[in-house]
């Protein structure tokens, strides 16, 4: 399940990006337009401008802009900063691999089949941008 943290983070950069003309965006602007926790929203934005993501500005008039260009940061990244891995299953994982415990044949597992096919079918609509949602 998508945590609210990846989703407000999403929400966040797509107001900034529907907002460019008036960057920078405040967080209490972002945060009273999109009826996100201010405090929770002030800790995404850490996290986002940590990772190069966005940028701030100090200043009575200051807010948060992008330094990447927003067509290149993607919705798979943005998810896997705020939530870590994709996969539903440990074993499923690309970049978090872990064999299941109970686990008797990875190659004959059925259940591991079905997420492994979920992913596959998952990734490439998380590998599009957020300005094309």
Same mark, same amino acid.
């Given at each position: 399940?998508?945590?609210?943290?990846?989703?407000?983070a999403i929400k966040a950069l797509l107001y900034i990006y529907d907002h460019h003309d008036q960057v920078p965006i405040s967080v209490k602007e972002i945060s009273e337009a999109k009826k996100i926790p201010y405090k929770f929203? =002030?800790?995404?934005?850490?996290?986002? $401008?940590?990772?190069?993501?966005?940028?701030?500005?100090?200043? /009575?008039?200051?807010?948060? !802009?992008?330094?990447?260009?927003?067509?290149?940061?993607?919705?798979?990244?943005?998810?896997?900063?705020?939530?870590?891995?994709?996969?539903?299953?440990?074993?499923?994982?690309?970049?978090?691999?872990?064999?299941?415990?109970?686990?008797?044949? =990875?190659?004959?597992?059925?259940?591991? $089949?079905?997420?492994?096919?979920?992913?596959?079918?998952?990734? /490439?609509?998380?590998?599009? !941008?957020?300005?094309?949602?």
């Amino acid at each position: 399940m998508l945590s609210r943290k990846a989703k407000y983070a999403i929400k966040a950069l797509l107001y900034i990006y529907d907002h460019h003309d008036q960057v920078p965006i405040s967080v209490k602007e972002i945060s009273e337009a999109k009826k996100i926790p201010y405090k929770f929203l =002030e800790s995404i934005m850490n996290i986002l $401008k940590q990772n190069r993501i966005i940028k701030s500005h100090r200043g /009575p008039k200051g807010g948060y !802009s992008f330094v990447m260009d927003p067509k290149d940061i993607t919705v798979v990244t943005i998810v896997r900063m705020m939530d870590g891995p994709i996969a539903l299953t440990t074993c499923t994982s690309e970049n978090f691999y872990e064999k299941c415990e109970e686990c008797i044949d =990875e190659d004959t597992c059925r259940v591991r $089949k079905i997420f492994l096919d979920l992913r596959a079918q998952m990734i /490439p609509v998380l590998e599009r !941008s957020i300005i094309e949602l």
